[in-house]
C-alpha cells in the first residue's frame, strides 16, 4: 500500500525490513530476553525443535542509525533491507547466554535447562535477508558484532533486573490499564 502510493502520488517514502533485532528493552516473550530472564531464574530454556533453526541476528543501535541513513539518504520508493550479517543458530544463542552468565554472575546455569520443544507449523528453518543494497547506496554496514551486541545486551538486563522483574510480574499490564483505559 506505501509503494502504491509512491507509484501513484509519488508520495516520499521508504520501507525497510529487517534482520531478528537484539538489545535493551526488548520484551521476555523474546528469544534473548526469555532465555536471560530463565537462566537468571534457573527455569527451562525452550529451544525449538533441534535448535538448528539460523537466524540473522541485528543489534538494535545498528538498526537506528541504518533507519536514519536511509531516512537521510535513502533514494524515494526504494526499499531496503537491513541485515545485521550476523547469522545464528538458536542453540549458539543459548549457549552464549548460558557462556557470559557463568562468568559473570554467581548462578551456576547448566545445560540442563535446555528443553527441546516442538517448531511451530511452517517455522522456517533459516531466515536470512541480502542488505548489500543499503551497504551499496549509502555506506551502512553494521557496526556491532553479534560477540560484542549479546555481551552488551546480556549486561543491560542484569544491570536492569528491577524493569524485567516489573514487566514479567505483570505490572506492566496494570500500567497499561491505568494508562488506556477505555482506548
Not at 539460523?54 to 545498528?62: G, K, P
Not at 528491577?162 to 477505555?182: H, I, L, R
Request: hydrophobic fraction near 30%; aromatic fraction near 12%; glycine fraction near 8%.
Amino acid at each position: 500500500m506505501v509503494k502504491a502510493y509512491f507509484d501513484t502520488f509519488k508520495m516520499p517514502m521508504n520501507i525497510t525490513r529487517c534482520s531478528n533485532n537484539y538489545g535493551s528493552y526488548q520484551f521476555p516473550e523474546k528469544l534473548i530476553p526469555l532465555l536471560i530472564n530463565n537462566c537468571l531464574n534457573h527455569e527451562d530454556l525452550p529451544v525449538y525443535g533441534d535448535g538448528l533453526n539460523i537466524r540473522d541476528w541485528l543489534y538494535v543501535e545498528d538498526h537506528c542509525k541504518a533507519i536514519d541513513m536511509v531516512l537521510e539518504g535513502g533514494r524515494y520508493g526504494e526499499v531496503y533491507n537491513i541485515g545485521g550479517h550476523n547469522e545464528k543458530t538458536n542453540i549458539l544463542i543459548v549457549n552464549s547466554i548460558i557462556s557470559y552468565l557463568n562468568k559473570n554472575v554467581d548462578n551456576e546455569i547448566t545445560q540442563e535447562l535446555i528443553k527441546h520443544v516442538e517448531d511451530r507449523k511452517g517455522h522456517d528453518r533459516r531466515y536470512g535477508i541480502d542488505p548489500s543494497k543499503i551497504k551499496d547506496e549509502l555506506g551502512w554496514y553494521p557496526e556491532t558484532t553479534f560477540e560484542v551486541g549479546i555481551d552488551k545486551t546480556i549486561q543491560w538486563y542484569l544491570d536492569n533486573k528491577e524493569w524485567m522483574e516489573n514487566v514479567t510480574s505483570g505490572e506492566y499490564q496494570k500500567y497499561y490499564k491505568k494508562m488506556y483505559k477505555g482506548v
